[in-house]
């Protein structure tokens, strides 16, 4: 015995020795790093930011406190001798959203153990309980032999998710038996990326990925890679994203916010996972993930906050309201950035930079990973990122029922449903009173930044969301939830990329309210418009114990902390009264809570109008079976019509005036700048007086003139949106099918007469110029598309042709990086062969000599010097080669003077054959000569 104990003894003391001159025993077996190390290591390092960041910035410090303070909790509450669970919180073994949350907690703890600046790094008490736990997880809860359960998403994207991240993190320590037994667990429930559509295909395929790294599975990494193409292409139905901008989930929901981001920003880690590697993405429609950030993203964040009217269920989580949601959106962006093609990355810095800075609501780095916050700060340190400013645009998504309409100090914007999109979504306990956001609820962002932050939604008054028409009955938590009505005209046009009309046939959920009601935005104004507004069968009382019947919400808004806002209406002080009606009002004013956040209110030839200002008390728990039990409490100011018991044929109009004064109301409302020409059944139609901008809805099949001044001014022959403008020279028209069911053509006839046609799309067919203008635009297959003319009202014939209605080989990508350009962006390509091309073409309405002009926006030093441009006319064709490194841009640069035929036989066309790194393209203009 004795004997075997020294040499017992000895053995330690040889092994001590060993550790002392060669370093601690791996568990595992040394090999030689490859490439899915490296990528491995890649991926750590996104998750835990590397070692080159500095540990004094304070962002940094307080974000690493984050992390190893909920690290901390999540270890101190963990059972280190589990029995039944690890969490006393978590010990369902038939809730899988407690297998999800038990790996999330444990990615946390890993997390810290892998942050170098911790106070947790590299514990060796942690790393033995993190183990402990990732063990016990698989013996228990998640491994090859356990039957599925509950939610299928806990099982192949939430639980896998995190338990990868977490072996990530802690590689080096497992066994290679462990890391098998986690990864075949993976393997069981999500073996492959199957038919999964939208963010759901993208999380699997990051799943399959990764897995595929830590087990060096070529084939996997590959199929995950593979499972991208189909994420990129844009769809005409279902999930995923649209040429439009919009994105569905679910397919029927509006979720650019909330699946739509998670996509994003998981397609981007993926592809930086697999840049310069075998496994990088060389798809050519990878493009198209540069254009979802000007197009599905960069409209719906206003100064840091995202829009909730894109984020369906997910409103009603306490821990993701909009400015937190935003801040989760811009931090993809910055990943994005990181990788972009030059132009790309140059636009998106300049948008980081301005939503960090004016987002004076909630900081940016709060809670951001530490990989973005070093990322965001070189952006915003960096002297040469000009921050973009506010954007300027009106921007329907028809696709998904929706619209934005952004300017100077505010944005407004608009959530609708119909026949293809449903009214809101509640599952899974979550979003219970999302009753009425989907039926036309308007948003107004302004200077009060945490209007829509701030437990808004738990704490309003769910029945009366502003711009919704509604009945008044008493609703159950989720009741109606994925009702998609019988409304086929659901959709709006937009004219200028600046003013925009929306539209939405109200067919109201389990009664028989009916109503058209649209919305025309102008420039300081937006005018809401309601008609025919029906209903039937109402009795007993509602849900405020008084008799049923319809109201029609105007403002909902949320006040200070003292609810002190003034109330002015015409002229007199509502403030101390708490309930009012009042007929004949002309005009209200809404002192805002911060600057630049006072609202007025016109109300066109008189309305009775309903006031209550109230202090409202709610739980998240109210609204999501997670949410928090705690009281919370705002004050809000609510107006309404009040269209009585049973209505038949009612109407209203209102104008919300953002930013304006008291003053500036009461004068308005004197001399208002807009004029209702129609609000009927058959027609919606509104003239803006100093822009000369016309919207209207044609709400019926059949010939249908709006008047103004007692003439005609346009007419349509079929269901359409439509928007004109007049200026000294010019007309432009916009018009869109939102029905998205006409298999034929829209007729629009405008009492006016052009000289010439200056611009059309492809689509557009002018029939007439004189003595009215007459178009037809091919809707068929349109989708809600928006279909635009110009036309010149005297002077020599012009027509340009955008590259948005150029004709296109090959791969071009949209950019508005660089100044100066014509409409709403250019062009650009690689510089390359010749094969990719850009073609001009024309409808020149006489034949004729024509001088043509290339738009030459803002350049730089990587484009190209010699870009080939070929005018094809009458005498064959020439070429002129065009130097596009000039700045400032901004000019027509002459291309010559040709002759050509009527119609559409000449073009212009240009090559990507040229030296630099990118050739752009923008407009062409031809000018007829007298």
């Known amino acids: 015995m004795l004997v075997q104990s020294w040499r017992y003894v000895s053995v330690l003391l040889v092994m001590a020795l060993l550790v002392a001159l060669l370093g601690p025993i791996q568990a595992k077996t040394a090999y030689a790093a490859d490439e899915f190390d490296t990528l491995r290591l890649k991926w750590k390092e996104l998750l835990a930011g590397g070692t080159s960041y500095s540990g004094t910035d304070p962002d940094i410090a307080a974000q690493v406190a984050e992390i190893t303070a909920k690290a901390q909790a999540n270890w101190d509450s963990m059972s280190k001798t589990p029995g039944t669970y690890l969490w006393s919180d978590l010990?369902?073994?038939?809730?899988?959203?407690?297998?999800?949350?038990?790996?999330?907690?444990?990615?946390?703890?890993?997390?810290?153990?892998?942050?170098?600046?911790?106070?947790?790094?590299?514990?060796?008490?942690?790393?033995?309980?993190?183990?402990?736990?990732?063990?016990?997880?698989?013996?228990?809860?998640?491994?090859?032999?356990?039957?599925?359960?509950?939610?299928?998403?806990?099982?192949?994207?939430?639980?896998?998710?995190?338990?990868?991240?977490?072996?990530?993190?802690?590689?080096?320590?497992?066994?290679?038996?462990?890391?098998?037994?986690?990864?075949?667990?993976?393997?069981?429930?999500?073996?492959?990326?199957?038919?999964?559509?939208?963010?759901?295909?993208?999380?699997?395929?990051?799943?399959?990925?990764?897995?595929?790294?830590?087990?060096?599975?070529?084939?996997?990494?590959?199929?995950?890679?593979?499972?991208?193409?189909?994420?990129?292409?844009?769809?005409?139905?279902?999930?995923?994203?649209?040429?439009?901008?919009?994105?569905?989930?679910?397919?029927?929901?509006?979720?650019?916010?909330?699946?739509?981001?998670?996509?994003?920003?998981?397609?981007?880690?993926?592809?930086?996972?697999?840049?310069?590697?075998?496994?990088?993405v060389t798809d050519p429609d990878v493009s198209n993930v540069y254009k979802w950030v000007y197009d599905s993203y960069e409209p719906f964040i206003y100064q840091g906050a995202l829009m909730d009217m894109t984020r369906g269920r997910e409103i009603s989580r306490e821990a993701g309201q909009d400015h937190e949601k935003g801040a989760?959106?811009?931090?993809?962006?910055?990943?994005?950035?990181?990788?972009?093609?030059?132009?790309?990355?140059?636009?998106?810095?300049?948008?980081?930079?301005?939503?960090?800075?004016?987002?004076?609501?909630?900081?940016?780095?709060?809670?951001?990973?530490?990989?973005?916050?070093?990322?965001?700060?070189?952006?915003?340190?960096?002297?040469?990122?000009?921050?973009?400013?506010?954007?300027?645009?009106?921007?329907?998504?028809?696709?998904?029922?929706?619209?934005?309409?952004?300017?100077?100090?505010?944005?407004?914007?608009?959530?609708?449903?119909?026949?293809?999109?449903?009214?809101y979504e509640s599952i899974n306990g979550e979003n219970k009173k999302g009753w009425y956001t989907g039926e036309g609820m308007t948003y107004l962002y302004n200077g009060d930044l945490g209007h829509y932050s701030g437990d808004y939604w738990p704490t309003v008054n769910s029945y009366r969301l502003p711009g919704t028409t509604v009945d008044t009955m008493t609703r159950a938590d989720s009741s109606g939830q994925g009702y998609r009505s019988s409304a086929t005209l659901v959709g709006g046009a937009e004219l200028e990329g600046l003013y925009g009309t929306a539209a939405m046939s109200l067919d109201g959920w389990s009664n028989n309210l009916w109503a058209r009601k649209a919305w025309f935005m102008f420039d300081d104004e937006v005018v809401a418009l309601g008609a025919g507004i029906t209903d039937s069968g109402q009795t007993g009382n509602g849900w405020d114990g008084t008799p049923r019947k319809v109201e029609t919400v105007i403002e909902n808004r949320k006040l200070n902390a003292s609810g002190g806002n003034t109330l002015l209406v015409n002229g007199s002080n509502k403030t101390a009264t708490p309930s009012w009606s009042q007929s004949g009002v002309t005009w209200a004013h809404l002192a805002g809570s911060a600057p630049g956040s006072d609202i007025g209110y016109y109300f066109p030839g008189g309305a009775e109008v309903k006031g209550l200002r109230e202090s409202r008390t709610g739980r998240w728990s109210s609204i999501n079976v997670n949410g928090s039990t705690a009281d919370t409490t705002n004050n809000f100011q609510q107006l309404w019509f009040d269209h009585g018991t049973n209505p038949t044929g009612e109407a209203y109009a209102y104008a919300l005036l953002p930013g304006k004064s008291g003053a500036q109301t009461g004068s308005y409302a004197a001399d208002p700048d807009i004029a209702v020409l129609e609000n009927s059944t058959a027609a919606q139609a509104v003239y803006e007086k100093r822009l000369g901008v016309t919207g209207a809805v044609f709400w019926a099949d059949g010939l249908k003139w709006i008047q103004k001044d007692g003439a005609n001014l346009i007419s349509s022959s079929q269901k359409s949106s439509v928007m004109l403008r007049e200026t000294a020279g010019s007309l432009e028209v916009a018009v869109s099918d939102p029905t998205q069911l006409n298999t034929g053509t829209v007729s629009i006839e405008i009492n006016r007469s052009a000289a010439s046609l200056a611009a059309a799309d492809p689509g557009v067919t002018v029939t007439q110029l004189s003595p009215t203008v007459k178009l037809e635009v091919n809707a068929s297959g349109a989708k809600g598309r928006i279909f635009k003319a110009a036309f010149n009202l005297n002077g020599p014939a012009e027509v340009i042709v955008d590259n948005t209605s150029a004709q296109l080989t090959g791969v071009w990508t949209a950019s508005s990086a660089l100044p100066n350009y014509y409409g709403s962006d250019y062009l650009y390509n690689n510089s390359g062969t010749g094969a990719d091309k850009v073609r001009w073409t024309p409808a020149l309405a006489e034949a004729g000599r024509y001088t043509v002009y290339y738009r030459l926006p803002d350049g730089n030093a990587a484009r190209a010097t010699n870009a080939p441009f070929t005018v094809f006319h009458n005498g064959g064709s020439t070429q002129v080669r065009v130097n596009q490194q000039t700045v400032p841009g901004g000019s027509w640069l002459s291309l010559g003077s040709y002759e050509f035929q009527a119609g559409t036989s000449g073009y212009v066309e240009l090559t990507d054959q040229a030296n630099g790194n990118y050739v752009i393209a923008d407009a062409v203009r031809f000018v007829k000569q007298e």
């Open 91 to 280: 010990a369902s073994p038939t809730a899988s959203a407690q297998i999800t949350s038990a790996y999330t907690r444990l990615k946390e703890m890993a997390l810290a153990y892998a942050t170098y600046t911790s106070t947790l790094y590299n514990s060796t008490a942690l790393k033995d309980d993190i183990i402990l736990g990732l063990d016990w997880m698989h013996q228990n809860r998640y491994n090859q032999s356990q039957a599925q359960y509950g939610n299928w998403w806990d099982w192949q994207i939430g639980a896998p998710l995190r338990l990868l991240e977490a072996v990530v993190l802690v590689y080096p320590e497992l066994t290679a038996a462990q890391i098998t037994n986690y990864m075949n667990a993976v393997e069981k429930f999500t073996p492959s990326v199957g038919s999964s559509t939208g963010a759901n295909r993208l999380w699997m395929a990051t799943v399959v990925g990764v897995r595929g790294v830590i087990v060096k599975n070529s084939a996997k990494v590959a199929a995950a890679r593979n499972a991208l193409s189909q994420v990129f292409d844009y769809v005409t139905s279902g999930d995923g994203y649209y040429q439009d901008g919009s994105f569905i989930q679910h397919n029927y929901y509006s979720y650019n916010g909330g699946y739509g981001s998670a996509l994003l920003g998981d397609t981007a880690n993926l592809i930086y996972l697999l840049s310069g590697s075998t496994w990088a």
């Open 328 to 423: 989760r959106l811009i931090q993809f962006i910055v990943r994005l950035s990181s990788f972009a093609p030059a132009a790309d990355a140059a636009a998106y810095k300049s948008m980081i930079k301005y939503w960090i800075q004016a987002d004076t609501y909630r900081s940016f780095y709060v809670n951001s990973p530490l990989p973005i916050i070093v990322l965001a700060k070189s952006i915003v340190n960096d002297p040469a990122v000009t921050p973009r400013g506010e954007l300027i645009a009106n921007k329907p998504f028809n696709s998904m029922a929706r619209a934005v309409h952004l300017r100077p100090g505010f944005g407004f914007a608009v959530s609708m449903s119909s026949s293809r999109i449903a009214n």
